[in-house]
């Protein structure tokens, strides 16, 4: 029985654009629980950072963002990670994000040129 | 006057040529494999995203959740293993082993994201080898060494 027509359950963007001269390979991920975003100039994943949402009842939402593995001492990749979480929020999401970033460089450039990119094709 | 560089650039245009190839199945960037297998009556899904120097790969069944979050690769000197939890798996490890062994056959540094029942071994060895068994097909074995007499 061929039953297995459905598809795939996890959508997904793949694509690249070039930032400050470097080619920069994005994956974007729809799980059911959290959005994946994996941005890398140099072919592995590099940092990996999580993001949520903390609602209070009363008080505007606020974030909590952190390093899961990896570099610890370049708030850049904080910034792109709040950025993008605060996107997903105000999108009208609460999930959480887990954030792949493998970069060459850490200027203002590129970090406007990720987050455009991720948001110019968002999956939220 | 150039037949010996002609020669050379002949290998090394095939080479492009078969590169090229396969990297053509990547729509964008990075080349992303997805499939469902049927295993012992439970749906399996998985998601490989290969990456130049590291592969991510996440297993779900019943949902489509993230899961377990695990980081794994070789260790020097010995060749042995590492693996560790970066989301999830505080009170269930579902999915370490999967990435502690793929990473033992495949030499590959792994990130694995593990979205299957717990307390189900049968169901982590099953998903393991469908896993193994594709990545053997997208050519990811860990070359054998060669013994002195072959």
């Known amino acids: 029985m061929g039953g297995l027509e459905q598809r795939f359950p996890v959508?997904?963007?793949?694509f690249s654009v070039e930032i400050k001269g470097n080619n920069t390979d994005l994956v974007i991920c729809r799980y059911d629980d959290h959005f994946l975003v994996m941005a890398t100039q140099i072919g592995t994943m590099g940092t990996i950072l999580h993001a949520r949402k903390e609602e209070g009842v009363t008080v505007e939402p606020t974030f909590n963002?952190?390093?899961?593995?990896?570099k610890r001492d370049e708030p850049m990749l904080l910034a792109i990670t709040r950025q993008l979480i605060?996107?997903?929020?105000?999108?009208?999401?609460?999930?959480?994000?887990?954030?792949?970033l493998g970069l060459k460089d850490h200027s203002t450039e590129t970090l406007k040129g990720i987050v455009s990119a991720v948001v110019e094709n968002r999956l939220w | 006057m150039s037949s010996p560089s002609s020669s050379f650039g002949k290998a090394s245009d095939s080479e492009a040529a078969s590169k090229s190839a396969a990297a053509s199945a990547a729509?964008?960037?990075?080349?992303?494999?997805?499939?469902?297998?049927l295993v012992d009556e439970v749906t399996l899904h998985f998601q490989i995203i290969h990456l130049a120097k590291q592969i991510y790969v996440w297993i779900g069944s019943d949902s489509a959740k993230l899961g377990n979050l695990y980081a794994a690769a070789p260790t020097r000197p010995n060749n042995s293993v590492s693996v560790t939890s970066i989301l999830g798996?505080?009170?269930?490890?579902?999915?370490?082993?999967i990435a502690r062994r793929l990473v033992l056959k495949t030499g590959l540094n792994i990130i694995v994201a593990c979205n299957i029942p717990k307390n189900n071994p049968m169901l982590e060895a099953n998903a393991e080898k469908k896993l193994m068994e594709k990545l053997i097909t997208l050519g990811y074995s860990r070359p054998k060494s060669r013994s002195p007499g072959a």
């Open chain 1, 11 to 14: 959508p997904l963007k793949n």
């Open chain 1, 65 to 70: 963002v952190s390093v899961i593995l990896g």
């Open chain 1, 86 to 100: 605060e996107n997903i929020s105000s999108s009208g999401s609460s999930m959480p994000l887990v954030l792949s």
């Open chain 2, 27 to 37: 729509s964008g960037g990075v080349q992303v494999t997805t499939f469902t297998e």
């Open chain 2, 89 to 97: 798996g505080a009170s269930d490890n579902t999915g370490s082993g």
